[in-house]
């Protein structure tokens, strides 16, 4: 009796091949063939990878080409060839393995590419692809891999293990229509994906757009645009940002003390540059406790002070949603409300980036010192235009960030589908 545990079939299937029959495996090898044809005096397109996304220009990646001498011993890729590249990353660390989908000829470094061609009609190019983002390759790949050859570049993987992968296949008459099918449905959230970026980076520039003409350019105390209710309001008053809000800083309690840390007082360090800029700042990486507060220059911080980063990651800010303790590389504004908005001064704020990098100094880390935002001019309006332009800057973020969640959540649905759609990893292998 055959056992139904090792039977090689997906847990959903589309309605019209429920009932086909089994999957099957092929070997790699069997499937495919690898391409050792170099550049020589062709024209080709350098690539480079970023891993989970795929093949990019170099001039696009990098804002110049980069192959140099090495160019003509690159290896030449087609439309619909494979390229697998044994450098290791966090997310692939036996390497990545992707389709080129381009129309031209490109071509990538024969140093750590292996590339190769599929032989006849099936599989599917873009059914094998998303097995591959899957990391069907992987999981097969680390059993090859030496222990410690993760940490030290690219990876010393046999092209014959490489080849001796087992690949899933719908058998039968219909694979290749089963291949395709799977294929279209997970294109189409591939494409629902590209369409929620593409609408995230219009938002991001309309953005940009309005906060250059709702706040006034460097020097000048009107802005370009204002709303009907404030046009006859006046220019906007100069003065020093510490007359509207009380400036902080922070510390980082001794690192030698183990008490010190892991308390539950939430602590902005350099660690959370990735959760500035996008307004409030919800957790940090890191925790200090109570003793480690009292026993340092570190302060906490009320919700809604606003933070800015004058180190590392210099100019970029963000607004406290609880309290919380900062590192000594961030300066704090705490707002008086019946002068300043503290969203307003956080959008402000981000207009000035480019200032605040442009008067950063240091050799190896950037950074502004102190008698800068002692001194730090600003001009602002009346608190209730200040409230009106932070909440239409506020109301594009939460489009933003909607649409960023939406993003997440066609992810995770993808990722969900995938799994349903191919046969177990476990049953592939045996």
């Known amino acids: 009796m ?16 429920q009932g086909a029959e089994e999957w099957t495996t092929a070997k790699l090898g069997s499937l495919t063939t690898i391409s050792t044809e170099k550049v020589g005096d062709k024209t080709c397109i350098p690539m480079s ?19 140099g001498d090495s160019y003509k011993n690159y290896l030449i890729l087609k439309p619909n060839d494979f390229a697998y590249n044994k450098s290791a990353t966090k997310e692939y660390p036996e390497g990545f393995l992707t389709l080129y989908s381009g129309s031209e000829l490109a071509a990538v470094p024969n140093s750590i590419f292996t590339c190769f061609r599929i032989k006849g009609e099936s599989p599917d190019p873009r059914f094998l692809n998303y097995l591959f983002l899957g990391n069907l390759h992987g999981r097969w790949l680390r059993k090859f891999i030496q222990v410690g050859a993760r940490a030290h570049g690219s990876l010393s993987i046999n092209d014959n293990d490489l080849m001796a992968l087992p690949v899933p296949l719908p058998a039968g008459k219909r694979s290749v229509a089963e291949q395709r099918k799977i294929a279209d449905c997970l294109s189409s959230l591939d494409m629902l994906i590209a369409a929620q970026a593409d609408t995230i980076e219009a938002l991001k520039t309309l953005k940009k757009g309005l906060m250059q003409q709702l706040l006034p350019r460097e020097g000048e105390t009107v802005p370009r645009l204002r709303f009907p209710e ?63 507060l009292s026993n340092s220059s570190a302060v906490l911080h009320s919700p809604g002070t606003v933070i800015l980063s004058r180190d590392a990651g210099v100019g970029k800010s963000g607004v406290l949603h609880s309290p919380m303790a900062v590192s000594q590389h961030f300066i704090s504004w705490s707002c008086e409300k019946s002068k300043l908005s503290n969203w307003f001064l956080y959008y402000f704020l981000q207009k000035m980036k480019p200032t605040f990098e442009s008067i950063a100094v240091g050799n190896t880390i950037k950074t502004i010192g102190l ?16 409230q009106k332009i932070a909440d239409c800057l506020s109301s594009l973020d939460a489009l933003i960030a909607a649409k960023a969640d939406k993003i997440d959540a066609l992810k995770a649905h993808k990722k969900g589908l995938m799994q349903q759609l191919f046969p177990p990893a476990k049953k592939v292998e045996g």
């Open 2 to 17: 055959k056992n139904e545990k090792q039977a090689l079939v997906p847990r959903l299937r589309f309605s019209e091949f």
């Open 371 to 386: 008698p800068y935002f002692k001194d730090m001019m600003i001009v602002v309006p009346a608190v209730e235009e200040q």
């Open 49 to 67: 990878i970023t891993s989970g996304v795929g093949l990019v220009s170099q001039e696009k990646k990098f804002g110049r080409i980069i192959a």
């Open 230 to 292: 404030f046009r006859d309001a006046g220019k906007w008053r100069k003065c020093k940002l510490e007359e509207l809000a009380k400036r902080g800083s922070g510390h980082t309690p001794s690192k030698k003390n183990p008490s010190y840390y892991n308390g539950g007082v939430k602590w902005v360090s350099l660690a959370d540059s990735d959760k500035l800029d996008n307004g409030y700042i919800f957790k940090t990486k890191n925790e200090i406790s109570e003793t480690g």
